[in-house]
C-alpha cells in the first residue's frame, strides 16, 4: 500500500515536471475554416488608362536615406517617372527620379511593365509626397523617411509573414494596418502563393500587389525571400529561381555588398537588419556564408544596438510541420549568432506562432550527445510569424510534450509588433487575428543583448 502511495507520489512528480518542462500552448481555439483566395474582383486595378499599380516601397540605401520605389504599369511603360517632394516644401520644386524598367515572361503569363526608382540623400526623418503615372491617372503618395540611425533611437515594426491573399490574410493585413504604431514591415517571406495555383498562375503575383498597395505604397516593407518566391518549375520550362518575386520586389543588396538580392542587410532608426536566404546556398565557401561571415565585423551596437536576423524558415520550432527543416542552416549559423549576441531571429514558413526562450545548441560535435538546446543569455529569442493566413491553411499540429525551447506557442493566424524604446528595452506583442488590436495575446519586454543582457524569460 505504502509502495502503491509512493508510485502515485512519484507519477505525480514527474507529470509535474513534464508540464514544467516547455512553456505554454495556448489552448485559444480558433474557428478552423479553409483559408480561400479572395477573388480577382476584390483587387480592381485603378481607373485609366494604363495607371500605375501594385505600387511599393522599401528601403534604397544602407541607413535610410533612400527609397526604392516600385510599381507596375499594364500596357506602356511611360511614363517612367517618379516626382517627389518634401511635405513641408512647396510641391513646384519637386524632383524628379527616372525608374528601371523590366518585364518578364513566364509560362503564358507576361508581366507588366514593372519600375523601380530609387531615391536616395533624402532628409531623415521627413514627410515626402511622391507622385506616378500622368494628368488623369496620376497618383499621389507618401513616406516618411527614418531618424538619423542612432542607438536610442526609438522604432516600430510591425512583422508579418506567409500572408498569401485569402480572407484570413485580408484579416492579418487590415489589423496590422489598422495599428498606427508600425513604421516598417519586417516581413519574413512567403507571399503571394502564386505558386499554388495551376502553371504558378502569375496574375496572383499582381492581384497580391494591389492587396497589399494600401500599406507598401506608404511605408517600406523589407522584405525576405520564402520558398513560394522560388518559383522553379522546370516541368513547365521555368528554371530560373526567384524570377517574379526577384523582378517585382528590388532591394539594396549592393550596398550591402551583397552578391545576390536574396540576402543583404539595412540599418534603420536604431536597429540593425540581416536578411538571409533559406532557399540558396549556405555551406562553407557559398558566396552567402562569405557574406555574412564578413557581415558580423560591420555590426557597431553602439551605433545600432538591436541585431535583427530575418530568414524564413525557423531554426527553433516545434510544430509538427517543417519540423527541422532550418537544422542545417542552424547547425552553420548559430555559434555567430551566439558569439555576435543577436536580439531576435525572426522566421515564418510555419502556419502559426512561437516564441522561444534565449537558448542555444551548439555544444554538439556528433560525439558528445549534448544535443539538447540548453538556457543561454547571449543567445537570440526566435520568434515563428508565419501566420498571416495563406491558401495552404493554419499549422494546428503541435509535437509533444511542448520542448524547453518553446515559450509560447499557439495555432493562430496574427501578426507582431517591435516596438525599440532606446538601446536596452523594447517592448514586443503579438496579435492574434480574433482579438480588437490593441489586444496582445503574448508580449514580453526584450532586453538588449549587448547593452543589457540579462535574462528576460517568462520562466
Ligand atoms: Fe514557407
Not at 480577382?40 to 485603378?46: D, R, W
Not at 533611437?153 to 498606427?180: A, C, K, R, W
Not at 512567403?190 to 496574375?203: E, G
Request: proline fraction near 6%; charge should be negative; include cysteine.
Amino acid at each position: 500500500m505504502a509502495a502503491g502511495s509512493e508510485l502515485v507520489s512519484l507519477l505525480l512528480l514527474l507529470s509535474i515536471a513534464n508540464l514544467c518542462n516547455g512553456g505554454i500552448t495556448s489552448r485559444y481555439t480558433r474557428k478552423l475554416e479553409a483559408s480561400v483566395d479572395m477573388p480577382a474582383e476584390a483587387f480592381p486595378p485603378p481607373g485609366g488608362y494604363n495607371a500605375p499599380e501594385q505600387v511599393h516601397i522599401t528601403q534604397g540605401d544602407r541607413d535610410g536615406r533612400g527609397v526604392i520605389i516600385s510599381w507596375v504599369t499594364p500596357l506602356s511603360p511611360k511614363p517612367n517617372v517618379v516626382r517627389y517632394w518634401a511635405a513641408d516644401c512647396d510641391e513646384k520644386h519637386a524632383d524628379e527620379s527616372q525608374a528601371r524598367i523590366t518585364t518578364y515572361k513566364y509560362y503564358n503569363y507576361t508581366s507588366g511593365f514593372i519600375h523601380h526608382a530609387t531615391i536616395k540623400n533624402l532628409k531623415y526623418g521627413t514627410k515626402y509626397f511622391y507622385e506616378l503615372g500622368s494628368d488623369n491617372v496620376t497618383r499621389r503618395f507618401f513616406f516618411t523617411t527614418p531618424p538619423m540611425v542612432g542607438p536610442d533611437v526609438p522604432y516600430t515594426f510591425g512583422i508579418i509573414g506567409d500572408l498569401g491573399q485569402t480572407y484570413d490574410s485580408n484579416q492579418t493585413f487590415e489589423h496590422y494596418y489598422s495599428n498606427l504604431k508600425g513604421q516598417t514591415v519586417l516581413f519574413v517571406g512567403d507571399l503571394s502563393y502564386a505558386d499554388n495555383h495551376p502553371f504558378h498562375d502569375n496574375r496572383k503575383w499582381d492581384t497580391w500587389g494591389r492587396f497589399v498597395e494600401k500599406s507598401t505604397a506608404y511605408q517600406p516593407w523589407i522584405w525576405t525571400a520564402g520558398n513560394h518566391e522560388m518559383d522553379f518549375a522546370p516541368e513547365i520550362g521555368e528554371k530560373t529561381p526567384f524570377k517574379p518575386f526577384t523582378r517585382r520586389y528590388h532591394v539594396p543588396y549592393r550596398s550591402a555588398q551583397s552578391t545576390c538580392p536574396l540576402w543583404y542587410s539595412i540599418k534603420r532608426a536604431s536597429a540593425y537588419i540581416i536578411v538571409l536566404s533559406s532557399y540558396s546556398a549556405y555551406g562553407t565557401y557559398t558566396p552567402q556564408y562569405e557574406w555574412l561571415l564578413k557581415e558580423f565585423t560591420k555590426v557597431n551596437r553602439e551605433e545600432t544596438p538591436w541585431l535583427i536576423v530575418m530568414v524564413h524558415s525557423p531554426w527553433y520550432n516545434s510544430y509538427e510541420y517543417h519540423y527541422m527543416e532550418g537544422e542545417s542552416m542552424r547547425v552553420m549559423f548559430e555559434s555567430w549568432f551566439v558569439q555576435n549576441k543577436v536580439d531576435l531571429v525572426l522566421s515564418g514558413h510555419v502556419h502559426a506562432y512561437e516564441r522561444s526562450e534565449r537558448v542555444s545548441n551548439v555544444r554538439y560535435n556528433i560525439t558528445n550527445r549534448l544535443s539538447t538546446p540548453i538556457r543561454d543569455i547571449n543567445a537570440p529569442i526566435y520568434l515563428t510569424v508565419g501566420d498571416g493566413g495563406n491558401i495552404e491553411g493554419l499549422a494546428n499540429r503541435y509535437t509533444e510534450p511542448q520542448p524547453s525551447y518553446s515559450a509560447y506557442r499557439e495555432a493562430s493566424f496574427g501578426h507582431a509588433m517591435l516596438e525599440i524604446k532606446n538601446r536596452t528595452h523594447a517592448y514586443y506583442t503579438w496579435h492574434r487575428n480574433q482579438d480588437a488590436e490593441p489586444v496582445a495575446a503574448d508580449s514580453l519586454w526584450i532586453y538588449n543583448r549587448h547593452w543589457y543582457p540579462e535574462d528576460e524569460s517568462s520562466q
